[in-house]
């Protein structure tokens, strides 16, 4: 699951870099580091999120068939994890910001591209896994 994770993150993360503030003028090996630094925590994020449905599911192979309650709270827990990872670090840690270009949740002042990558790469990471593993 980290390789599949960390191999679907790292390009959406580039695809993503110009909407967070500074990116797009990065110089190129910074970026580069950037982006790598943040697909190895969303591999980090999908594992946990791996391991919690296997504690529910009382197996680490749900993965092989997989129901739609175990894909959405796969998806669904690295969605809350990275919402809340969002929250500190544009806000009490200051560790980026957004774009202009981001769009962004009103109320909850969260750029969208971050929640869309909870909602599309897990299913498409647990699809990978299980056709590894067949």
């Keep these: 699951m980290a390789m599949f994770g960390f191999l679907l993150n790292y390009p959406w993360e580039f695809l993503q870099a110009p909407l967070y503030q500074g990116m797009a003028d990065a ?3 910074q970026a ?3 982006c790598t630094r943040a697909a190895l925590g969303d591999a980090v994020i999908l594992v946990v ?4 449905i296997a504690a529910t599911a009382g197996s680490r192979r749900w993965v092989l068939r997989p129901r739609l309650g175990q894909v959405t709270g ?3 827990i ?3 994890i990275t919402m809340v990872v969002e929250h500190l670090a544009t806000g009490p840690l200051d560790q980026w910001d957004y774009a202009e270009a981001m769009p962004m949740i009103p109320l909850l002042g969260i ?3 971050p929640l869309l990558q909870w909602v599309l790469l ?3 990471a647990a699809w990978f896994v299980r056709r590894q593993l067949t």
């Design 49 to 52: 999120a791996f391991w919690g």
């Design 78 to 80: 690295g969605l809350a």
């Design 122 to 124: 897990p299913p498409l």
């Design 74 to 76: 796969f998806g669904g």
């Design 111 to 113: 750029g969208v591209a």
């Design 27 to 29: 110089p190129h090996w």
């Design 32 to 34: 580069v580091k950037t």
